[in-house]
């Protein structure tokens, strides 16, 4: 019984021990092919009325793929939500001293 704890012990730090490199060649190696990119934020509104719930809907489900997401509610009245949406890009050109 303790044999066999102390072999599986022994073959958790070994796994672990050859993992960890594996994992950091390839986090060091994502790491560089990435570094002439940096990541801006955009923000763009969408007026959701209530009247054309199921448009609107459908709208915001289009920009979801495209990569927008809700950032905040900016106000509402009783015939529409407006709302802010963001993405995130990625961009070659240099970033400000990033």
């Known amino acids: 019984m303790l044999i066999e704890m102390l072999s599986h012990f022994a073959s958790v730090i070994f796994t672990a021990v050859v993992i960890y490199p594996i994992v950091l ?3 060091r190696h994502e790491r560089k092919r990435h570094e002439n990119y940096h990541i801006t934020i955009e923000y763009r509104h969408f007026l959701f009325y209530y009247r ?4 609107c809907l459908t709208q915001l489900n289009a920009l979801g793929t495209e990569g927008w997401e809700i950032a905040t509610c900016a106000g509402e009245d009783s015939f529409a939500a407006y709302l802010i949406l ?7 050109s240099k970033s400000n001293g990033k």
Not at 52 to 55: A, G, I, L, P, S
Not at 86 to 92: F, I
């Open 25 to 27: 060649l390839i986090y």
């Open 52 to 55: 054309n719930m199921e448009d």
């Open 86 to 92: 963001k993405r995130e890009t990625l961009h070659t």
